[in-house]
Structure formats: structure tokens, C-alpha cells
């Protein structure tokens, strides 16, 4: 028996500084932030070489987040965050055959995730024998056949757990999906079950379609925008010249979240320096600071006024939707003290909302991970919707839902087949395309895939990008679940986590990056990808690959193909050309006709969305729905905390690019919580106390412990700590009703200090 291990994070060795708070966001720092990243890990020359490409036409797409390009792009279309994540991805090669001789798998568990991601790209395959302590080398031709051999001898296709995260192109999550349903399953989860699962579920239920209905150019016409859980500063930085610039033309901004995220308070364009322009913009025009999980009961504030006092759009309620009668009489239910109490927010604060709503001809409401990871996520955003729909402002020029996604191709996997869930219509399609019959049962998401593990029932795990076990809930019950796994496969680019806890045989196959070129028997590829308003465009590299040995993803999944199912697919062809591959998606995809002719074009096409082009909704009824949902129950008990899991600054996801939450003001250490001064003092706790959190959950409880206090702006009685550190208190039952992703934004914690006894009100 393999030793195991608990999978948590080792904390960073370095001290904590605290500084102030920003208020202005971007600006000369993030351009020198962006620089320092670059020029320490590629050098200057690379540095501005691969700057100068990011989202440009024949360039590639950033690979930092999906907020989609302008038309008019300046040679400026690039961000800190996206700086960031190329410059992490243009690193040298380093860790090989010798860094996995210096470092056992043991010496690995005991460094940062910071340090594992600044050791450099991946440059060979490797492998990890059955009980070895170390990583070796195996030719890339041993790897395909030894991972054949394992799907070829499970005694059943759904022993067969297939992930990706979200920066595959569409080429290769065409082909992989193709793939792992040519081996008669659906198992494949992926990051968007623990991402925008809920916004997906809960926009096909009342406007036909799981995606956001409106174009970077609807910013320029909206009166209002909403944004709801968001933190673009940190996470959409490029959102906020949408943002500036839909303000200059007179739109009003509201910011609903708990914490007064900088990017949201003042904006400078780097750029503008440029041309002389030494003023930042204040973005939001209210700064709603809602309590953790009130968000509905704030919803159906507003709500209520607007149907007292407001003028509604009655004839599209009329024309173009369903339930409004009984969603009204819904809204009686409830009452003021309710709705104050539950949402954190004045009833004064409530009617200003509600006042700049009625007063707005066109609504944008864009939201993320604030919403959709709690329990009543679906329901939540469909609160969302109803607020959108008393208006007329879904399928109206300057208004809509923008659900702004993460990854920068999580919305084009979905979109071409990585979908645990298919639908009948997608897979009728596809079988039309690929011309094989393909299983029908619906396969795990990314929860049901940890439970199968857990139960023994998993004999092969392959992970398409992503950091399975460090962003997955749950932490210890994740790695215990991965252990019993017989092989793991790792497809990644840099060194992670889940490269440490695995199955009993491990692979690391390391892929070229987007930065990178793509030589293929017929020349140089490009491949496609999808951004947040579903616009489809190419992204082809130009660095030099960061070692000879790197195999592109596409091609990594024909070799599969090739060793697992020869006659289903040409998978030789799909390797010399990608276009081959693009010409199988036009026929087994819709939407995508005349594919390889209409992404050539210069800004690429946009997929059809019934709502934004033509305000028709393909719902059951042929309308938009108006739901009603209860209040959730956001009481806990006395003397516990709601905590929230968020990102800093300097991280991408599980990739930590470095210590400095500089918006936050923290530095040099992520073993944080922040807390509300307030109840800091009641409970006799200075800043830089170590505490130790308890969740609770149905009965059971999980710990974790040195967490240093902050004081921070934060509502009463809520805290926040980092992703994915706090990973370990998320329970994997704690999950969304419907969309089942795990509620990252709600777990209900105690706390104690060093002494073990239970901090307690005073
Ligand atoms: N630099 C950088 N960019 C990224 C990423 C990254 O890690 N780093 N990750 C990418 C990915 S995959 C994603 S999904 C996105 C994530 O982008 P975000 O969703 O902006 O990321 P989070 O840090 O999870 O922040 C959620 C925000 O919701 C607020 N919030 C939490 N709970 C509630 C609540 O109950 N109600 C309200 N109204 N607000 C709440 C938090 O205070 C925080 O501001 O960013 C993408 N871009
Ligand atoms: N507690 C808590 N948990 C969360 C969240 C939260 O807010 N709180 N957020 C959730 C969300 S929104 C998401 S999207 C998930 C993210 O979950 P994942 O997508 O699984 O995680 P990442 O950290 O983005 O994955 C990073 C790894 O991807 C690999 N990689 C990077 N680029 C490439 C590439 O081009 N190709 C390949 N093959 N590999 C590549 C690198 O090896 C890197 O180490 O985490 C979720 N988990
Ligand atoms: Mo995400």
C-alpha cells in the first residue's frame, strides 16, 4: 500500500504585511505589475514580443479569462490578470526528468502551490510507477498504450472519469468528448459544474437558452448595470473599460457584494498615461453591501417596489412571457423586516436601487461566482431574471443577462460536448456528425465523479488541464477518493497538486500552451475557442514551445483515438489538419456551419442566441418565465460565520502567480480570514490573532487550522479566507440545488483560537 496524504495546501513560510486598501484600480501599478511578471519569468524582449500578441487577429487569446475582445482592438488588449497568465505560461521548461529526481513526491507534498507553479513548464512526459516514491520519464508512446490498456481492461465504460478544465480549445474538447463517448460514456465533468453550472441551469429554464444574451457592444447602450457577486477588477480587469466607457456615455453602475472590491471603486486605464489622461473613473454609483447569500431577499426587495410604485413593460409581460400573475402574488409573502433582516440592506437603500431600475430603459445584470456557488444559486439568478424580465430587458439593445465566465473557453467546451449532461437534441446532432451510436445515460459531474471515487468504483481518471484536487470541495475526502483510483492522468502544463495525490499509477503528460506554435504535417495550426457572448474566434501561438517534447491537445487525443477506437474516426487525419476536425464539428454541431470559411473571418462569428437576435425564447412554452422561489434559510447558529472562498490578486484559480492581494492590501501570506472589526473586538481578536475554523454541515464537521486574522469591511457575521486553502472546509454535500455546485460561497463556520476553547460573543 501507497503511503496517503491529506492533499491540503502547506502554508507559505513567509511573513504577513498589511497595507492600505486601494481604492483606485489598474493604473501604473498593474502596468508594473504586469512588466514584473513577465520580465522575471521570460525575460524583456519576450515580454513585450508576447504582449503585443494577446487578442490580436492573428494573435492568441488571452488565456486569463472569456470577457470577449472589442472590434476595434488597440495593440493594448491585454491586462494585468492576462500578463499574468502568459507570462506564467511563457515560462522555461524546468521541471523534467532531473527536477523529479532531486524531489520525491514526499519532498513535493511539503512546498507552497506557489512554489510548485514558479518551478516552470512541464517538459516530459512522466510517469509514477505503482508504489514508487519519484516521478520517470516513459516515452510519449508508452503513455498512449499503457492508458489504453487500462480503459481497454475496465470491466465497465463508466469506471472511466474524463475531466477538463476550461482553457482546452474547442478542437481538442470536440475530439475528447468524441472520444469518451466512443468508449460508451458521459463521465465527464468539468470546471463549470463548480463555475457558472447554475447560470447555465437556471437561463435554459426561463429564457431557452444557458447563456448570456448581450454583446460587448450592448455596453455601450445600457443605462444600468447591474453587477452582482462579481469581482471584475481582480478577475475581468478588461470589463472595467467596459465599464468606464458605458459610464462616460452616462450609464449608472450598481456594485452588489459584500466587500467594497476596488476595481468596482475607481478605474485607470493604463493606457490612457499614454495620451496624457491622468484621471481614473469612478465606476459604481451604489456600493450595495448585501450580507453573504442575500442576494434573493435584496432581489425581492427591489422587486416589490417596483411593482408598487414602478412603471413595468406590460406588454412584453404580456407578449412574451409566462407566470407573472402568480410570481406577483408571490412577492406578498414577504415583508419589509424579512427582507432587510435576510439581505443586510436598508429598506432606503433598497428603493434607491429600485428607483435607478425604473429609471433605466436598458438593463445589463452580470454576475458571477457571488451567485451562483450557493445552495439557491438556480434560483437566485432566476431572481435575477424575473427583475430583467418586469422590465422588458432581456432581447433589447443595451440590456440583458451576462453571466461573465472564467475560464477563457469553458463557454466553447460546453458549446462543442463537454457535458455530462447532454441533452437529447445535442446528442441527435452529434450521432448525425460522428455517425456512432452514443450512450444516453447521463454521466458523474464533478461531485458524483468524487463520490465514485470515494467508492472505489473509478479505475481510470484522466484531467484534461485543471487542478482537480485543489479546486474541487472537500480537500482530504477528494484526495482519499483520487488514492483509490488505479491510473490518474494529469494533461497540464505546470506542476500542481494533483500531480502529487494520485491514483496508484500517475502520468504527467505535458501540452503546448496557447502562447505556444502548433506544427503539424500540414503546416502551423490555429484553433478556436469561445468567449463569454459567444463569439467564435481563432488563437494561434507564436512563441517558440517551451520544449521539444510538448504534444499539442488535439493531437494528444487522436493518439487515444488511434490505440482505442482506429475505425470510429480518422484520427490520423484530425492530426495533420485541424481543419479536418473543424469540418466534423460543422456536422456534428449546431450553429457551426460553414466553420473553418467563417472563423477565418477577422473577428471570427457569433453562434446564434434565440434571445439576443430576435427576442424569442426556445423554451418549453415558446416564452420567458417568471419563477418564484422561497426565501432561502440564511439563519445559522449562534456565534457562527458565513464563509466565503475568494480569489486574491495574484492567483489564477489554483495557480498561485504570487503573494500580493494588492487591492486587499495583503501581502507575503494566503492563510488569511478576514473579519468584520466589529466582531473581531467582541470576541477579544486583534489583527494577526491565529484562529482555527470548524464547518459545519449536516451533522458533520470539518477542521482547519492557523488562519491569521484581518480586519476588513466586510457585513457582520461574515467572513472570507482564500481559495483554494479553505477548500478543506467546503463540504462535498453542500452543494446547489439542481446545478449540485458546491457552495464555495456559503459554509457555515465557528471558530476557536490556539487554546482550543470556542471563540464566543461576548
Ligand atoms: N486573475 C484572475 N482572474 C480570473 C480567475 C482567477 O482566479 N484569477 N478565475 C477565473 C474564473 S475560473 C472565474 S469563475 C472568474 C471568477 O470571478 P469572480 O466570481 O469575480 O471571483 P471570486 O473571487 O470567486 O469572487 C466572487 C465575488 O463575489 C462576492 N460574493 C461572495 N458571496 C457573495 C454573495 O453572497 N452575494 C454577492 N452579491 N456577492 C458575493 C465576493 O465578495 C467576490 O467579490 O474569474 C476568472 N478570472
Ligand atoms: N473553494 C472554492 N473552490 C473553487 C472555486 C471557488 O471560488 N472557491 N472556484 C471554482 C471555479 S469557478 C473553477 S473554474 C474551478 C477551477 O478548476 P480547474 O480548472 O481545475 O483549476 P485551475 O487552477 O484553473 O487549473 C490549473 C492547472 O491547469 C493546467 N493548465 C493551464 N493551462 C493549460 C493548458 O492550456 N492546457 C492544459 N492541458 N493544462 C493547462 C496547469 O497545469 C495548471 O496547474 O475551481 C473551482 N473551485
Ligand atoms: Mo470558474
Redesign the pocket.
Known amino acids: 500500500m501507497k503511503e496517503t496524504h491529506d492533499g491540503t495546501t502547506p502554508p507559505d513560510t513567509a511573513g504577513l504585511r498589511l497595507s492600505k486598501i486601494k481604492t483606485t484600480a489598474a493604473g501604473i501599478p498593474a502596468a508594473v505589475s504586469s512588466l514584473n511578471h513577465g520580465i522575471r519569468k521570460m525575460g524583456l524582449t519576450k515580454t513585450v514580443r508576447t504582449l503585443l500578441m494577446v487578442n490580436q487577429k492573428d494573435g492568441f487569446d488571452c488565456?486569463g479569462c472569456a470577457w470577449p475582445d472589442p472590434e476595434h482592438r488597440t495593440s493594448f488588449e491585454f491586462c494585468e490578470n492576462g500578463a499574468k497568465a502568459v507570462a506564467d505560461?511563457a515560462m522555461k521548461a524546468k521541471v523534467d526528468a532531473t527536477f523529479f529526481q532531486k524531489y520525491s513526491i514526499s519532498d513535493l507534498l511539503e512546498k507552497s502551490d506557489f512554489w510548485l507553479?514558479s518551478q516552470g513548464r512541464i517538459a516530459q512526459p512522466m510517469i509514477r510507477a505503482q508504489g514508487s516514491t519519484h516521478y520517470q520519464p516513459i516515452d510519449w508512446d508508452d503513455a498512449f498504450d499503457l492508458i489504453s490498456e487500462e480503459i481497454q481492461s475496465m470491466s465497465h465504460p463508466e469506471r472511466g472519469v474524463y475531466?477538463t478544465?476550461?482553457?482546452?480549445s474547442n478542437e481538442a474538447a470536440f475530439l475528447y468528448q468524441a472520444l469518451v463517448r466512443a468508449l460508451g460514456s458521459n463521465n465527464m465533468p468539468d470546471?463549470?459544474n463548480?463555475?457558472h453550472e447554475s447560470s447555465g441551469k437556471a437561463l435554459t429554464e426561463t429564457i431557452g437558452i444557458g447563456k448570456g444574451t448581450v454583446h460587448l457592444e450592448d455596453f455601450n447602450h445600457a443605462d444600468l448595470i447591474l453587477v452582482i457577486g462579481q469581482n471584475p477588477g481582480t478577475n475581468h480587469p478588461r470589463m472595467l473599460t467596459a465599464l468606464r466607457d458605458a459610464k462616460k456615455r452616462g450609464a449608472k453602475i450598481i456594485s452588489i457584494n459584500p466587500l467594497p472590491e476596488t476595481g468596482l471603486q475607481r478605474f485607470k486605464h493604463p493606457q490612457d498615461y499614454m495620451n496624457g489622461d491622468f484621471r481614473s473613473t469612478q465606476l459604481a454609483d451604489l456600493f450595495v453591501p448585501v450580507r453573504i447569500g442575500g442576494d434573493a431577499a435584496l432581489l425581492k426587495g427591489i422587486m416589490k417596489v417596483l411593482l408598487d410604485t414602478g412603471a413595468l413593460d406590460t406588454s412584453f409581460i404580456e407578449n412574451k412571457t409566462i407566470g407573472f400573475d402568480q410570481f406577483r402574488a408571490s412577492l406578498d409573502k414577504y415583508s419589509w423586516d424579512e427582507i432587510v433582516h435576510d439581505s443586510g440592506i436598508e429598506r432606503t437603500l433598497i428603493e434607491e436601487i429600485a428607483s435607478l431600475c425604473d429609471e433605466s430603459n436598458a438593463t445589463i445584470a452580470c454576475w458571477a461566482?457571488g451567485l451562483t456557488?450557493h445552495r439557491n444559486g438556480v434560483a437566485v439568478i432566476q431572481e435575477v431574471v424575473n427583475l430583467l424580465l418586469l422590465g422588458g430587458h432581456i432581447g433589447r439593445k443595451g440590456a440583458g443577462v451576462c453571466p461573465v465566465r472564467?475560464?477563457s473557453n469553458?463557454q466553447g467546451d460546453r458549446t462543442v460536448g463537454i457535458w455530462e449532461a447532454p441533452s437529447e437534441s445535442f446528442l441527435q446532432k452529434l450521432e448525425e456528425g460522428l455517425n456512432f451510436s452514443i450512450p444516453r445515460k447521463h454521466g458523474y459531474d464533478v461531485v458524483h465523479a468524487i463520490h465514485a471515487m470515494e467508492q472505489g468504483n473509478v479505475d481510470v481518471f484522466i484531467s484534461?488541464?485543471?487542478?482537480?484536487l485543489?479546486?474541487?470541495?472537500d480537500t482530504k475526502r477528494t484526495a482519499i477518493g483520487l488514492q483509490k483510483v488505479g491510473l490518474t492522468v494529469?494533461?497540464?502544463?505546470?506542476?500542481?497538486r494533483s500531480h502529487l495525490i494520485t491514483g496508484e499509477t500517475a502520468l504527467i503528460l505535458p501540452?503546448l500552451?496557447?502562447t505556444e506554435i502548433d506544427l503539424q504535417e500540414s503546416g502551423e495550426q490555429f484553433v478556436t475557442v469561445e468567449n463569454s457572448m459567444g463569439v467564435v474566434h481563432r488563437s494561434k501561438g507564436n512563441m517558440k514551445p517551451a520544449s521539444t517534447s510538448l504534444i499539442s491537445?488535439p493531437t494528444l487525443v487522436a493518439q487515444l483515438g488511434v490505440r482505442l477506437c482506429p475505425d470510429m474516426l480518422p484520427w490520423r487525419e484530425f492530426m495533420k489538419n485541424y481543419d479536418n476536425i473543424r469540418d466534423l464539428m460543422e456536422r456534428s454541431l449546431n450553429g457551426f456551419n460553414d466553420y473553418n470559411h467563417r472563423v477565418r473571418e477577422t473577428n471570427g462569428f457569433l453562434l446564434p442566441n434565440p434571445p439576443r437576435d430576435s427576442c424569442e425564447f426556445k423554451t418549453e412554452s415558446g416564452k420567458a418565465s417568471f419563477s418564484v422561489h422561497p426565501l432561502p434559510d440564511v439563519n445559522i447558529t449562534d456565534g457562527h460565520f458565513v464563509l466565503m472562498?475568494?480569489?486574491s490578486h495574484d492567483q489564477?484559480?489554483?495557480?498561485i502567480y504570487g503573494l500580493h492581494d494588492r487591492y486587499r492590501g495583503v501581502h507575503g501570506n494566503r492563510r488569511i480570514v478576514f473579519m468584520n472589526a466589529l466582531d473581531m473586538s467582541e470576541r477579544s481578536l486583534k489583527t494577526r490573532d491565529i484562529v482555527h475554523m470548524k464547518s459545519h454541515f449536516n451533522g458533520t464537521v470539518r477542521e482547519s487550522q492557523n488562519w491569521i486574522v484581518v480586519p476588513y469591511e466586510i457585513p457582520r457575521g461574515n467572513l472570507a479566507a482564500y481559495?483554494?486553502e479553505?477548500?478543506e472546509l467546503?463540504p462535498l454535500d453542500s452543494t446547489a440545488h439542481i446545478s449540485n455546485t458546491?457552495t464555495?460561497?456559503w459554509i457555515e463556520v465557528s471558530l476557536s483560537t490556539s487554546d482550543a476553547s470556542i471563540i464566543e460573543e461576548e
Open positions: 488565456p505560461e507553479n475531466y478544465s476550461g482553457r482546452t470546471c463549470s463548480m463555475c461566482m456557488q472564467g475560464h469553458v484534461m488541464g485543471g487542478n482537480f485543489s479546486a474541487t470541495p494529469q494533461i497540464s502544463t505546470k506542476l500542481n501540452v500552451g496557447r491537445e472562498t475568494i480569489r489564477y484559480n489554483t495557480t481559495f483554494p479553505a477548500n467546503v458546491p464555495s460561497k
